[in-house]
């Protein structure tokens, strides 16, 4: 029965890895965050909204993200050369896009804000993790937003399908469903898949990544609540 299937971790299907967030981590930047979910860890960093001096990026009625998601050469078990590449380009944009439906960039326009998402370690789910956690600290720097963007995935591990795959899982699964929504209205803001499902299990992974999501959600609440309630 799917009640009884344990992972090679210890998990039930339905489990998250331990995860921890903290709000206001960086005294230089205007907002900030850092997250450890399971093996990941994740240091966020906040600027703006600033004016653009890049001509080429201002758009005149709006404000614009910028993210730059990067992996440490030390993150992962064998050292990665350093600098972007093209897994890095294509989770910084992702992660923009996932991002800017909850942030209020009209009020901003001709502005840009820059999320830098640096990966310490690395252990499965990054794109996630780096979404919640800059999530964070956008509300750390003060930016207006409609909702608290939360990630997590689900996949398909040893014919289950599962919540939250670890690296192990990720690598060895057979399908992985990364998201990331608006937990107050439930919008996805992003939604991949790789590997094969069923329609069946397609649909019972996003159920549990949007479960997955909203216990995460509480997380990120709680972080923000006691860095502010600390400072009152």
């Known amino acids: 029965m799917m009640s009884e299937f344990i992972r090679k971790d210890g998990r039930k299907y339905d489990e998250l890895r331990p995860i921890k967030i903290e709000a206001g981590v960086l005294e230089r930047a205007d907002g900030s965050a850092y997250l450890e979910f399971g093996g990941n860890k994740i240091l966020v960093a906040v600027y703006g909204p600033r004016e653009s001096y890049i001509r080429r990026l201002l758009k005149p009625n709006t404000g614009v993200i910028r ?13 990665k050369r350093p600098g972007p590449d093209r897994r890095s380009s294509e989770i910084s944009k992702i992660t923009a896009d996932a991002l800017r439906p909850a942030l209020m960039l009209e009020n901003y326009p001709r ?15 990054t794109r996630c993790a780096g979404i919640t956690a800059a999530s964070v600290a956008l509300v750390d720097a003060g930016i207006p937003m409609k909702d608290i963007v939360v990630g997590c995935a689900a996949g398909k591990v040893d014919d289950e399908v599962v919540l939250d795959l670890s690296e192990y899982e990720d690598k060895e699964g057979q399908a992985d469903i990364p998201i990331a929504i608006m937990p107050r209205t439930g919008e996805i803001t992003l939604l991949q898949s790789d590997g094969d499902l069923t329609e069946e299990e397609f649909q019972k992974a ?18 923000l609540m006691k860095k502010y309630s600390t400072e009152q």
Do not use: H
């Not at 993210?67 to 050292?79: E, I, K, L, T």
């Not at 999320?115 to 252990?123: K, S």
């Open 206 to 223: 996003i159920d549990l990544a949007m479960e997955g999501c909203l216990k995460v959600s509480e997380l990120q609440k709680e972080a």
């Open 67 to 79: 993210c730059r998601y990067n992996m440490a050469p030390f993150s992962v078990d064998d050292r």
């Open 111 to 125: 502005s840009m804000i820059d999320v830098y998402i640096e990966v310490i370690e690395a252990e499965g789910g």
